[in-house]
């Protein structure tokens, strides 16, 4: 395992054929003894793929404990959907489209400072460790249906996609200080079972907090909410200002909707008081 590691460590040629496809057998002769359900399974491995040069690499299914891949750079689409992780999971790397759907485990998940080009997915995941994804570029990104039992922070994070975080269960603290949304924005009948923290969080002009449950405190703190004028697709003075202590932001048919205060369930619009907490307000009929 240490020495298929370090071959695809190493420098990678370029516009090599022959290379890039004995590179990718490397890959998948390592992950064959990832699978659990596989004779060639070697349990307890350490993988040490920091600064690799991947291809295409699929660990779906497989057993990862403490594995590593700062610093890589994964072409096409890395696949980890079904694995089991356990210790720490290290993806502070550049991705094209990084797939994690039905991940399982108690690993932490260190995404730090990852860039991913194209789209990230942790759809239905179970992740029983913290994450923390810390001033990440990502795409696209969908954590619907994702539960996270312990502390998750996107701090500095910058989404310049559609997000989504549909019915994901958040069972302990989250933190999203300056966070950018650059696009859709979803937090449709998502679950805060503790504090949730946009403090200094930017969102785009399609943002939804509807019938989402918060049952600790919400800071948003001098959070911003920028608006598109519907007629010429560019954001109004008023609607982009931050939402500052006694302002109420415009009234609007769609776009931001703020959550209410603690231990209810959205169903109108919001302002935030001098503290940053959310109090809700009467929806308009």
Do not use: K
């Not at 094209?96 to 942790?122: P, W």
């Amino acid at each position: 395992m240490a020495v298929l590691c370090a071959y695809l460590r190493m420098p990678a040629p370029q516009d090599d054929a022959r290379e890039a496809e004995v590179r990718r057998t490397a890959q998948r002769v390592l992950t064959r003894h990832l699978r659990a359900d596989d004779d060639a399974f070697w349990p307890g491995v350490r993988l040490d793929l920091t600064g690799a040069r991947l291809d295409g690499f699929d660990a779906a299914g497989c057993t990862l404990e403490d594995a590593d891949l700062t610093g890589a750079v994964c072409a096409g689409t890395t696949r980890l959907a079904g694995a089991t992780v356990r210790g720490r999971l290290r993806l502070g790397a550049t991705f094209a489209d990084l797939i994690c759907d039905d991940l399982r485990g108690d690993a932490e998940i260190v995404l730090d400072d990852a860039e991913i080009t194209g789209r990230v997915s942790f759809e239905r995941a179970d992740l029983a460790g913290e994450m923390s994804c810390r001033r990440a570029t990502i795409g696209r990104a969908s954590f619907r249906g994702t539960t996270l039992h312990r502390t998750a922070s996107f701090d500095a994070t910058r989404f310049t996609g559609g997000v989504s975080f549909r019915e994901a269960v958040f069972l302990s603290g989250l933190s999203m200080d300056h966070a950018v949304f650059a696009g859709y924005t979803g937090f449709r009948q998502t679950h805060f079972a503790d504090m949730a923290l946009f403090r200094w969080t930017e969102f785009g002009d399609q943002t939804w907090f509807e019938r989402t449950r918060f049952e600790g405190a919400a800071n948003f703190f001098r959070a911003r909410f920028t608006a598109r004028a519907p007629s010429t697709g560019r954001a109004s003075p008023a609607a982009s200002r931050s939402t500052r202590p006694g302002r109420r932001p415009p009234a609007r048919t769609s776009g931001p909707r703020a959550p209410p205060s603690p231990g209810r369930t959205t169903t109108g619009c919001c302002s935030p008081t001098d503290d940053g907490q959310a109090r809700p307000r009467a929806p308009t009929a």
